[in-house]
């Protein structure tokens, strides 16, 4: 989205676990938590990531609080900020099922997109996330399926599915790569 020319925030708001910072590999010890306690102001710690538009907005140290903080008044003022300087402003947030940060949180932006892990995440925990999600009243905008298999029987490759980008080499065509590539060892 950055890419295309929209300025992004990417804000890390799991004051539990961040691990946006790292992942970046931007500066971390300073964030979202500092600027809600009053500690910092937003323009000190929203950082600049590549070439292109996208920021970043990192947790900062763990509060005692996080779902008072991000249920604060102070939140809710600062989201509005951000949508009035972004285009896209994503949060990233703790587990929607162990803590209530996540629904707390979603109440209060314009939609959630739950993160579902393939083959770890139970029909039941889904189902209960979007209850959680309904409960307060927040929209779930959609799902993202991650950790899908690579390898094996459950594996998905676009390869298998042949959109018309070259997928589904005749057998002939296969055998004269094959044929090349050893022509190639043998010299």
């Known amino acids: ?69 991000l249920g604060s008044a102070r939140m809710a003022d600062l989201i509005a900020q951000f949508n009035l300087t972004f285009d896209v402003v994503i949060f990233d947030s703790s587990p929607l099922l162990p803590v209530t940060d996540a629904a707390i949180l979603a109440k209060n932006v314009g939609g959630a997109i739950i993160v579902v892990a393939a083959g770890r995440t139970h029909k039941n925990q889904l189902r209960g996330a979007i209850a959680a999600l309904g409960s307060v009243g927040a929209p779930v905008s959609g799902l993202v399926l991650t950790m899908l298999p690579t390898k094996g029987p459950d594996a998905y490759g676009y390869g298998h599915y042949g959109y018309g980008y070259g997928y589904g080499y005749t057998q002939d065509v296969t055998d004269e790569k094959v044929r090349s590539r050893a022509r190639i060892k043998k010299v």
């Open 1 to 69: 989205m950055a890419d295309a020319g929209g300025r992004v925030l990417l804000i890390d708001a799991d004051l539990r676990r961040p691990k946006i910072a790292d992942y970046m590999g931007v500066e971390g010890r300073v964030g979202l938590t500092d600027v809600l306690i009053g500690r910092a102001e937003l323009s000190d710690v929203i950082q600049p990531w590549g070439e292109g538009r996208l920021f970043v907005l990192p947790a900062g140290k763990i509060p005692p609080n996080p779902s008072e903080l």
